[in-house]
Nanobody, 121 residues
Framework: QVQLVESGGGLVQAGASLRVSCAAS??????VGWFRQAPGKEREFVAH????????YHANSVTGRFAISRDNAENSVSLQMNSLKPEDTAVFSC??????????????WGWGKGTLVTVSS
């Protein structure tokens, strides 16, 4: 059974950078996605990466600022976040893709508990 654990969240000022990571244990994970959920809002897609490292997809709202990557030797996936904005404040969670539309949370399983990212203005 696979278990995902996110780390790296924290409180930063607008314009700063932060890197969150998703470590998998139990078995090698395949394609992985990052989602986020802000207070009072629905979970939304952030990024997805194929098990081979390509292709990678990013939400329009983070394209050019965020970059997803993976380290198969470490069985981990990271999300580098630059030029953070207050509207990026959310709990960021990773999960394993079960195939299908990469943008839909319904197509993922094995969700981690998430890591909180807070961006102050």
């Amino acid at each position: 059974q696979v278990q995902l654990v996110e780390s790296g969240g924290g409180l930063v000022q607008a314009g700063a950078s932060l890197r969150v990571s998703c470590a998998a244990s139990g078995r090698t994970v395949r394609s992985v996605g990052w989602f986020r959920q802000a207070p009072g809002k629905e979970r939304e897609f952030v990024a997805h990466i194929h098990w081979s490292g390509s292709p990678a997809y990013h939400a329009n709202s983070v394209t050019g600022r965020f970059a997803i990557s993976r380290d198969n030797a470490e069985n981990s996936v990271s999300l580098q976040m630059n030029s953070l904005k207050p509207e990026d404040t959310a709990v960021f969670s990773c999960s394993i893709s079960s195939g299908g539309n990469v943008y839909g949370a319904i197509n993922y399983w094995g969700w981690g508990k998430g890591t909180l990212v807070t961006v102050s203005s």
